[in-house]
Structure formats: C-alpha cells, structure tokens
C-alpha cells in the first residue's frame, strides 16, 4: 500500500500545453510538498501545504499552481508548459511543518517538447 | 537561509565506514538536520535527523557539534546497495533547503 503516491509517473507533452500531476497520501499527514530536481540532480522546494494552507511558496513561476482540496492531495497543474520545466517532479509528506521527516513519491517525470 | 554545503561524491568499499560532513553556517535555531537518501528514479528516503549531539538508528549515525554548523553522517559497514546520492537538508517552519547532494560510490 503506497504511502504517497503520484500519478502519472511518466507525462510527455508539447510545449504550450497545460498538465496536472496528482499527489495523494494516506499517512495521515498533515503537511505536503512539491519539488523539482532539475537534470543535475538538485532538488528545490516548491510549495509546501500545512493543513491545506500554503506556508511555502518559492519563486516559482505563476504558471504553477498548486490546489490540495484536503489533507490527504497535493496537485500541481502547470499552464503553458515550457521546455525548462522539462524535469522530475516529487510530492511528499510529513506530520508537522519543515525538517521533519518526509516521505516522498516515487516522482513524475515530465518531459516537454 | 541555513544553505548546506556537502563534497560531491565519496569512494568507498564494502564494509568500510563513511563518514560524510555537511556544512550548514547560517542554521537557524529552530532547523534540524536531516539526511535523505536516493537511488536512481526513486524519491528520496528518510535516514536520519537530529538537532544536536548525537543521533543513531539502525542504519546510521549522524553526529552534530555544539555550534551545529556542520554535521556528518555516519554509514558503518556499507554494501554496494549503500551506491547513492545523500542529500543534507537544514530545514525548520519556513525553509527546507536540500544540499547538492553527495554521490557515494560503493566498490567490491
């Protein structure tokens, strides 16, 4: 049974499209996440929801817009896809806000062209 | 912002200790320090946080001075299955900064 779990795991779309990556848990979380790892491997925060509230919001394009109807989904819809944002994409979990410990999704990895 | 600094990549051999430093000079007094591991198209796994002295589980140990400007993680005995890239994270309410990770190369 998957703690968190993303759909889909592989999205490939042209540029100029608009997505959404899902992100459910059933750890009973109260807090959730979105990072990006780039090519080189480097992973940065992008939003952060603690009991549906956006604590965390980096610099990050309008075009992203994270939604979590409840505690347990985080989804990420991105308008007018650019080929920058060609990267994988990881939602995580954790009870409490910041530095705790985090259970992460297997990722999406989305690739535009 | 509690930005972490940690070497690139480390060689080793199976049943040797690792032992890898994370540099984190602005940390705030509320951050942790928490150490993820992550294999090739996996997302990163929980190994081990603490916030000052020592911490251990059953995997690792991570050791904190008292100026917790730095901490190293402690792998004892790895396997080739430890093969993975270690990421160092400073993290409290409002920030969670991942270091550039270091890659752990694992050899017979």
């Known amino acids: 049974d998957t703690a968190v779990s993303q759909t889909p795991k592989y999205l490939v779309t042209q540029m100029g499209n608009d997505k959404s990556i899902k992100c459910e848990q059933n750890?009973?979380?109260?807090?959730m996440y979105w990072y990006k790892q780039d090519s080189k491997k480097f992973l940065k925060i992008m939003f952060s929801?603690?009991?549906?509230?956006?604590?965390i919001n980096e610099t990050v394009p309008n075009r992203f817009s994270p939604k979590s109807p409840d505690k347990a989904h985080l989804n990420l819809h991105i308008n007018s896809l650019e080929l920058g944002d060609s990267a994988v994409y990881f939602c995580?979990?954790?009870?409490?806000?910041?530095?705790?410990?985090?259970?992460f999704g297997q990722g999406t990895r989305l690739t535009v062209v | 912002l509690a930005k972490t600094t940690q070497p690139i990549s480390m060689d080793s051999y199976e049943g040797q200790e690792v032992n890898i430093t994370c540099s984190h000079n602005?940390?705030?007094?509320?951050?942790?320090i928490t150490w993820y591991q992550q294999f090739p198209s996996q997302g990163p796994r929980f190994i081990i946080q603490g916030y000052k002295t020592k911490v251990t589980n059953e995997v690792a140990s991570l050791f904190i001075p008292a100026d917790r400007k730095s901490s190293t993680l402690s792998l004892p005995r790895v396997s080739l299955s430890d093969t993975a890239v270690y990421y160092c994270l400073a993290g409290g309410y409002n920030k969670l900064i991942f270091g550039a990770g270091t890659r752990l190369a694992v050899h017979p």
């Open positions: 750890l009973g979380h109260d807090t």
């Open positions: 602005n940390i705030a007094t509320n951050d942790y």
């Open positions: 995580a979990s954790s009870q409490g806000r910041g530095g705790r410990e985090a259970f």
């Open positions: 929801y603690n009991n549906k509230e956006l604590i």
